[in-house]
């Protein structure tokens, strides 16, 4: 066995027991242990963590750790550009894809609202989300953090706040969502794009007294749902505006 010392920050120190939170800690570490080995045993998983540092020096979830060795573990930085040091994954995602599981659907429906690729289907288990998540690209979202530690899963976060509406805006604070907000560009049901409609053509597929209300339509791509500036359609962009006006460092 080594010795290793561990200290965590900022929301990261939520997945520790109250004794090891916002402290530096030892732990006894089996030999040949990897820092992602240990991280996830002391109950953070991966997905959240985006610097590591040994003895000061940036390193991977591959790193063995030695006896002595002191390990700093850091979530996502907001503030700061720190793409220099990062070496926990092999690259970033291009895209910003989503798959949520059964317990998240109506963040889910809020994400698509907002315009976010995001799979949901309250059948999925969890070997299917892991295996669409690194087929896909996508980002994991759970409030189960052993969904999280399973090996193939590269991107991943897990949501504190149990309310849609509240988990949507931690979501927008820790991936800085506000900017590519598209309202109205993705259906709320099968998430797939939306597309003009010509309006008389609208018209004729809905009841009279809400085609001639409106003069803009939008129709979904695959399922063929409806979609215009309603009332509902008012309500969810009253709560993207505030999303977007709550912008960290927003001019």
């Not at 390193?59 to 070496?87: H, N, Q, T, W």
């Not at 993705?186 to 409106?214: F, K, M, T, W």
Request: glycine letters at 4%.
């Amino acid at each position: 066995m080594v010795r290793a010392t561990f200290r965590f920050y900022e929301e990261l120190n939520d997945f520790l027991p109250a004794e090891r939170r916002r402290r530096e800690f030892d732990c006894l570490c089996a030999r040949a242990a990897t820092t992602k080995h240990m991280v996830e045993a002391l109950g953070v998983p991966h997905t959240e963590v985006e610097l590591l540092l040994v003895n000061g020096e940036s390193v991977g979830f591959d790193r063995i750790l030695a006896d002595g060795d002191r390990v700093a573990v850091y979530p996502k930085f907001e503030r700061l550009d720190i793409s220099a040091l990062l070496k926990v994954r092999e690259q970033p995602l291009r895209v910003l894809r989503f798959i949520a599981d059964a317990h998240l659907g109506g963040l889910a429906r809020l994400l698509r609202m907002a315009g976010f690729d995001t799979l949901y289907d309250n059948h999925f288990d969890d070997l299917q989300i892991v295996e669409i998540a690194a087929r896909e690209q996508r980002i994991v979202l759970t409030r189960d953090r052993e969904l999280l530690k399973r090996r193939l899963v590269s991107h991943g976060c897990y949501v504190h706040a149990r309310k849609p509406a509240e988990q949507l805006y931690e979501l927008c604070q820790r991936l800085d969502l506000a900017p590519s907000i598209k309202p109205l560009s993705r259906c709320l049901h099968c998430n797939q794009p939306l597309q003009s409609i010509d309006v008389q053509e609208a018209r004729e597929r809905l009841p009279s007294r809400i085609g001639y209300s409106y003069s803009q339509f939008m129709q979904c791509h695959g399922c063929g749902r409806l979609y215009w500036q309603g009332t509902h359609w008012r309500s969810m962009s009253a709560l993207l505006s505030a999303l977007q006006a709550q912008r960290p460092n927003a001019d």
